[in-house]
């Protein structure tokens, strides 16, 4: 009975931890008040850098999707690294908050090109991140097996 309890809970955990992150997500994209979403997106990836520093001292082997769509992996240093990046991206919008909302940030094209350049680099590193995480999964089961 226990477990069934757990797996409930656990299952709601991990809806309400998906629905805030795409929630915030779409309210920093929005673009009126940045400063709560980047708050809360912060929050999590701290919280979720601690879980993850834990179960490496731990030595555990867990597997998650921190890659989202670009993969499942084992944790390790480098999804620290990425979410400490992330977190200091998070800490310029609330440094240099953003003058526009999305509505009036179209009609300046030179703030639309600069958005889908970084939008384009933050893309670019993730899957580095993840050719380099597989490279280094294939050259590993490689030696072992």
């Known amino acids: 009975m226990l477990n069934v309890s757990n797996n409930y809970i656990s ?5 309400s931890v998906i629905t805030t992150e795409i929630g915030f997500s779409l309210l920093l994209l929005i673009g009126r008040n940045t400063a709560i979403p980047s708050i809360a997106l912060i929050s999590l990836l701290f919280i979720f850098n601690l ?5 490496i ?3 555990s082997e867990i597997s998650c999707q921190c890659g989202g769509f670009l993969g499942n992996y084992i944790l390790n240093k480098g999804i620290v690294a990425r979410n400490f990046v992330l977190i200091a991206s998070l800490f ?3 440094i240099f908050p953003p003058s526009t909302n999305l509505l009036t940030l179209l009609d300046d094209i030179h ?9 384009a680099l933050s ?3 993730l899957f580095f991140y993840r050719y380099i995480n597989h490279a280094a999964y294939i050259l ?4 072992t097996g």
Do not use: D, G, P, S
Request: charged share 20%; net charge positive.
């Open 123 to 125: 893309l670019i590193i």
């Open 57 to 59: 001292r731990k030595k």
């Open 111 to 119: 703030q639309l090109v600069f958005f889908v350049y970084m939008e």
């Open 140 to 143: 590993k089961n490689i030696k």
């Open 11 to 15: 299952y709601f955990l991990a809806i």
């Open 51 to 55: 879980m993850i520093v834990m179960h």
């Open 92 to 94: 310029l919008t609330l």
